[in-house]
């Protein structure tokens, strides 16, 4: 009975998650060191260690990315609540996007394709790669590049607060992050981020 009922909980908690599919913990939105602090400590990193990131901790850096903060708002800013990006998250295990309001990762290619990020080593070794993407059904490239720069600068606060590295990259062959994303003809990809402990 117990068993049961334990299994029925873990089943409807995560109802349309697929086997494939990462369900993440809720996101701890108290603690971090101050803001002045994390803005003192914001800077780039280029050398990473392969050190994974525990699940609790990709969650609180994907809210802090591009999570609501109310029903239907962002972390983020952008022009006319576009809200035009799709978070994708190249992981080793694969590529997933972010979905925010189930709090999980959704697989949509199988495979490490963190190689393909970026034209720097670093790409390869770090455990993460953000790849912002801007859906153009919603919003022009002009105006999301103006809108990226804010998901990126909560990646650099978050990492700063929480003892991570990051480098943000325009640096990055779009043709190949497109076919290994899998990305549509309205999908475009605007910056990358690597995201991991620093060596
Ligand atoms: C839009 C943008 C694109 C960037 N592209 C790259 C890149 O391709 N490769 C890289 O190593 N750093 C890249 N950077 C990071 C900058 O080189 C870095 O922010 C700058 O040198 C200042 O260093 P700091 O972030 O430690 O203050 C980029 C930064 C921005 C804002």
């Not at 603690?31 to 392969?50: N, W």
């Not at 290619?109 to 990020?117: E, H, L, Q």
């Not at 990051?166 to 690597?194: C, I, M, N, Y």
């Amino acid at each position: 009975m117990k068993k049961l009922l334990i299994f029925t909980v873990m089943a409807s908690l995560c109802i349309s998650c697929k086997a494939q599919d990462i369900a993440l913990p809720q996101p701890q939105k108290t603690g971090g060191k101050p803001l002045m602090e994390a803005l003192s400590d914001r800077q780039t990193t280029r050398e990473y260690s392969d050190k994974e990131l525990d699940e609790q901790t990709l969650s609180d850096l994907l809210w802090a990315a591009y999570g609501f903060n109310r029903d239907d708002k962002r972390t983020v800013p952008s022009a006319n609540n576009k809200q035009e990006f799709i978070l994708y998250v190249v992981l080793k295990s694969g590529v997933y996007v972010y979905d925010a309001k189930e709090n999980t990762l959704t697989q949509k290619v199988k495979g490490d394709f963190r190689s393909k990020t970026g034209n720097q080593g670093v790409v390869a070794v770090a455990p993460l790669n953000l790849v912002f993407v801007a859906d153009l059904t919603k919003n022009d490239i002009e105006g999301a590049t103006v809108n990226v720069g804010y998901i990126s600068q909560n990646v650099y606060l978050y990492c700063a607060s929480a003892g991570l590295g990051t480098v943000v990259r325009g640096w990055f062959d779009k043709a190949e992050v497109k076919a290994a994303l899998q990305l549509s003809e309205t999908e475009a990809p605007v910056l990358t981020q690597t995201v991991g402990y620093k060596k």
